[in-house]
Structures are given as C-alpha cells and as structure tokens.
C-alpha cells in the first residue's frame, strides 16, 4: 500500500512522499524501510532520529515542533515521512 493511501484511510495529513511503498507497521527501534510507526510517548522521543522506518505517525503538536525546530530531547526529523493525524 502507498503511504498516501495509508494516510488517506486513517484520515491523516501527510507530511512528505505519498509514493512510499508500505508494507507493515513496526514500533520505532525495530521498524525497517517500508513498514510505518508511531510516536505517541515522548519518552522515545529520541528514537525518532534513529529509527529505520519509512513513516512514523506523530500528534500535530510534534509535528509543529518540528516544524519549527523545537525538538524534544534532542530528537531530529525522520529521515522518512511524518504522518500527522488530524486531531486537535
């Protein structure tokens, strides 16, 4: 599946290649190219600049941060994607 259609279904705004082949989902340290993850504790928030996965799904709120360049913990854009839900 595309990221983009991922990113569709879950009804989520997509930060980056809706191209992206994914094929699974994996927790941030184990995830590898093409399978998507999530950061919702900001505990692993460092993990965000390490990780392998293709996508990771953050809060709006992260992803404004980063945006900006306000990075928790010293935590750096992914190299992939960043899938953002459309939640307040």
Do not use: W
């Amino acid at each position: 599946m595309k990221l983009g259609e991922l990113a569709a279904r879950l009804g989520c705004t997509l930060e980056g290649d809706a191209e992206i082949e994914i094929h699974g989902a994996e927790g941030l340290e184990a995830a590898t190219q093409g399978e998507v993850s999530f950061l919702s504790n900001p505990r692993y928030g460092r993990e965000l600049s390490t990780t392998r996965a293709s996508a990771v799904i953050v809060s709006r709120t992260k992803a404004r941060r980063e945006a900006k360049g306000e990075f928790d913990g010293g935590c750096r854009r992914t190299r992939g994607a960043n899938v953002v839900p459309d939640l307040a």
